[in-house]
């Protein structure tokens, strides 16, 4: 079987500035991410991976270079197919898991379900049921952010990227904030995810430690992929 591609990068380049001072944090990427893939991205503080990622998830356009999803350069679509693009296609989790705390576990996993009307509430509510389950957390459904440790809370954020079925889970850093081995259990659920129910993740971390299972594993620093 010959693989899809989802995501394609050429000649991409980012630079940001500071005062008068250009920095450049991605020198001239390029990437491909096939359907189904898992890949990890390991580089220091500072390497780039956070641009890197937000370009991919398109919330920061880049200087130089084209990137394509899905088939579609997404240079050329406008603010609401971008929006479009980042609420049906693609799932964020973050460091900090950006979960909104006066809001229970299933409520937090529905909100992005909240901007696809042609869900029905049934449909929607088998949806956070399902995702609750996939991420071992059904339990907790009815439990506020505070009254979950770490572990949960990143696995009510894994089930809010995970609910609307995209195309592509872009994780930053997703256990930075977590002890090694609550990080180690996260990160199994993340290649299982990937193994039984084929979602495609991009996962970065500074953390070598963490990518033993991992297939794919890419170097970043000083804003270039080697
Ligand atoms: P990482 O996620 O690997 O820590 P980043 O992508 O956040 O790296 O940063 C890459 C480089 O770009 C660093 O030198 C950082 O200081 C710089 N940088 C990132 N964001 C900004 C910004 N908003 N303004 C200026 N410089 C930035
Ligand atoms: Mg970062």
Same mark, same amino acid.
């Not at 944090?25 to 001239?28: N, P, T």
């Not at 953390?207 to 297939?215: N, P, S």
């Given at each position: 079987m010959t693989s899809q591609t989802l995501v394609s990068l050429k000649g991409v380049e980012k630079r940001y500035l500071l005062g008068e001072v250009e920095v450049p944090?991605?020198?001239?990427i390029d990437l491909e991410i096939a359907l189904g893939e898992f890949t990890a991205l390991i580089g220091v503080s500072g390497s780039g991976k956070s641009t890197l990622l937000n370009l991919i998830g398109s919330i920061d356009v880049p200087d130089k270079g084209k990137i394509v999803f899905d088939g579609q350069d997404?240079?050329?679509?406008?603010e609401v197919e971008l929006s479009h693009l980042r609420n049906r296609k693609i799932g964020f989790i973050f460091q900090s898991f #950006? !979960?909104?705390?006066?809001?229970?576990a299933a409520e937090n996993i529905e909100l992005p379900l909240l901007?696809?009307?042609?869900?029905s509430p049934a449909e929607r509510s088998e949806r956070v049921q399902t995702a609750l389950q996939d991420v071992g957390i059904l339990d907790h459904q009815?439990?506020?952010?505070?009254?979950?440790?770490g572990g949960q809370r990143q696995r009510v954020a894994i089930a809010r990227a995970l609910v609307t079925r995209p195309k592509l889970i872009l994780a930053d850093e997703?256990?930075? #904030? !977590?002890d090694s081995k609550t990080a180690h259990k996260i990160i199994d659920l993340l290649l299982d995810l990937n193994r039984k129910k084929n979602v495609t993740f991009f996962f970065c971390s500074h953390?070598?430690?963490?990518?033993?299972?991992?297939?794919r594993v890419l170097h970043i620093s000083d804003g270039m992929i080697s």
């Open positions: 944090a991605l020198k001239s997404i240079s050329a679509l406008s #950006n !979960l909104i705390p006066v809001l229970t901007m696809q009307p042609e869900l009815n439990h506020l952010p505070d009254r979950l440790s997703p256990t930075a #904030n !977590l953390d070598e430690k963490l990518i033993g299972r991992v297939g």
